[in-house]
């Protein structure tokens, strides 16, 4: 590739969205929501170049009310968030506050009296559609922050809403070998593997929100994607 073809394409990468791939993008978007944290913000907050019409239709507020609801046990931030913005945001929508009510209602069921989950399935009902949208945000996010490239909106993605529960076999040896991505102390971390097969990528990505929320998603590589992947 000439240096000329290489700047062009570097050019093309800069104003790209990386929420839709399109170009043009006209804003930069918090990969990770300003919302998630407290007042105090860290300086260094990861922003990528986005449409604004693409980053500007994510329920962060409900995504934040789920996270600090089940974050509130380990994380003094997520507790604070609960106390304070959640609770505004309860008070100003109260159909917000019964959804996310209804959710973690479930979670107390779950939990022994020595405060370990006991139930293996999936353990909140979640509104999968106002929240999982932002979650592979996030991850198309870290996926162009650390490779470089950017992951099609059309990707397929499969979740685990606590991945603490699946950490044997398999899946603890993936973890193990996996990388340290992005961190913000006490507020999010993600580690991922990205797998190159037969020249295809397929990756695995925790992110970890308020100390001791972990999800998974896995995406497969590119081949196994269908038209209708969430
Ligand atoms: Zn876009």
Redesign the pocket.
Known sequence: MSELSTTKEAGHLESA?Y??G?QG?DSRDHVIPNCFFKSSRPANLLTLR??YT?HNRFDEEYARCILSGLGSGGSIVAQDLWNSETKRSFERNGSLRNSVRTSLLRKIDLISPAGLIIDQTPAIRIERDRFYPLMRKIVQGMYFHHTGELLPPNFRSAWNLNALLELSGDRRQMLEASRFGLVYPDIFGCRYLVITEESANASVWWPCFYRDVVLRCYVPPRHLWSPLAL
């Open positions: 969205c929420i839709c399109g993008a986005a449409h693409c």
